[in-house]
């Protein structure tokens, strides 16, 4: 099975190829990643963005088009993907959930409880990095395996035993033979996981979330309440200071795209947790540190978009807040201080925690409308579109 993965990883890895990395400057705190400008080829695709919205970089080695964001549809949505046939990628992100799940933490298709919360996919075309707080993973293509494959958890349980029998659950449906031709003419043998790799991550592409109440508020549209008009203005202040890490289109501060030339890849620790005042993070929940072992990289994790998450909680990598209103009274008092339990420990005194993060004085007011405005970030038409849903269930 390491064999096959490896092979995987490596046709997935093209799509990064030419990019200049170096993984763990800054203490984990940034990747500078040097790309080129490019024009996707069309290959039947038209790309619908808002008008604020640059073209999204797309693989050279994976083209868009019109048939293969279809086959990744049906793909996405199919539990026979998955070893024992229970769970589909769908299974951890649901549409109307701005494709989160809305458990605190996942669960893989053979019951294995997952540590981290199920990020959602809205624009994920744009994100540099793909996990909470792993670097490495710069393509939607490479990140894909990470769910096929994982062994420790389980996700969706592939492996050595039973990949050619996905492969032939896949082949015997009446749809799938003529939707993988579709999407890869003159392959003699298109049913591959390597096809299935770049399907999925075309369709994922696609995912494109920005016709908000604020999107509409931008063109002119629609007026924001007095409510969500100071919640707007506190987001962008000194004050609250949310915009510093949660700027721009996508409301974070890793995005990549078609011209991006440089690109800074912050994580950040933001006071969560420390536990006995040691500077530890829940075991095999530490952020960066699992993969660098620095000690300075202990608790940081990827600031996500905000982008509906007045849908996506609950929040943090561990899903261990459960409101927005929580979130907010945590940053106001900088960071949280557990004061009972196995995670006892003053986070606010964390010594890796980000130098933004500190006490803010945010009236019961404040926070009402900080929170009335994060909920016109929610996009109804993202959570409904037809072009995103379920192709089995119309079946």
């Known amino acids: ?16 190829a030419g990019a200049t990395l170096s993984l763990w400057g800054c ?18 695709w038209v790309w619908q963005l808002p008008a604020n919205f640059p ?11 019109t048939a293969k964001v279809e086959l990744g549809r049906f793909l996405f949505y ?9 769970q589909s990628c769908a299974s951890c992100h649901h549409q109307d959930k701005a494709f989160t799940d809305g458990r605190a933490t996942a669960v893989g298709s053979t019951g294995a409880a997952h540590p981290r919360n199920s990020q959602g996919l809205a624009n994920v075309a744009y994100h540099p990095t793909l996990t909470w707080a792993n670097p490495s993973l710069l393509s939607l293509e490479a990140q894909m395996q990470v769910p096929l494959f994982s062994e420790t958890p389980i996700e969706l349980g592939v492996n050595d035993g039973n990949v050619a029998e996905i492969l032939a659950r896949l082949s015997g449906d009446a749809r799938y033979p003529s939707l993988f031709a579709a999407a890869y003419p003159g392959v003699e043998a298109p049913i591959s996981w390597g096809n299935i790799t770049r399907a999925i991550a075309s369709f994922q592409r696609t995912l494109i979330s920005g016709h ?10 629609v007026t924001l309440t007095e409510s969500e008009r100071r919640g707007l203005d506190l987001f962008n202040s000194e004050k609250a200071e949310c915009f510093h890490c949660h700027a721009g289109f996508n409301f974070n501060d890793q995005v990549v795209h078609a011209s991006t030339q440089v690109l800074d890849i912050p994580f950040h620790n933001t006071g969560l947790y420390n536990l006995g005042g040691t500077g530890n993070f829940p075991a095999g929940n530490q952020g960066l540190f699992e993969l660098t072992e620095k000690p300075t990289d202990r608790g940081r994790f990827r600031a996500p978009s905000l982008r509906n998450v007045g849908v996506t909680a609950p929040f943090m990598h561990d899903g261990s807040m459960a409101t927005l209103e929580e979130v907010l009274d945590f940053y106001a008092a900088g960071g949280r201080n557990i004061t009972s339990g196995p995670n006892a420990g003053d986070g606010r005194a964390h010594p890796n925690k980000s130098d933004l993060i500190s006490r803010i004085d945010l009236t019961a007011q404040d926070k009402a409308d ?8 929610t996009d109804s038409d993202f959570l409904t579109n037809p072009k995103f ?3 089995h269930a119309a079946n």
């Open 55 to 65: 073209m999204p970089k797309v693989p050279a080695d994976n083209p868009m088009s």
């Open 212 to 221: 908000s109440r604020y999107d509409q508020f931008l063109q002119g549209t």
């Open 27 to 44: 203490g984990g705190g940034g990747v500078t990643v040097n790309d080129t400008a490019q024009t996707p080829p069309s290959n039947g």
């Open 1 to 16: 099975m390491q064999r096959f993965k490896q092979a995987l990883l490596a046709l997935a890895g093209t799509a990064v």
């Open 389 to 391: 849903s379920n192709p």
């Open 78 to 86: 199919d539990k026979r993907l998955s070893g024992n046939g229970t």
């Open 370 to 377: 900080l929170v009335a405005f994060l909920k016109t970030l």
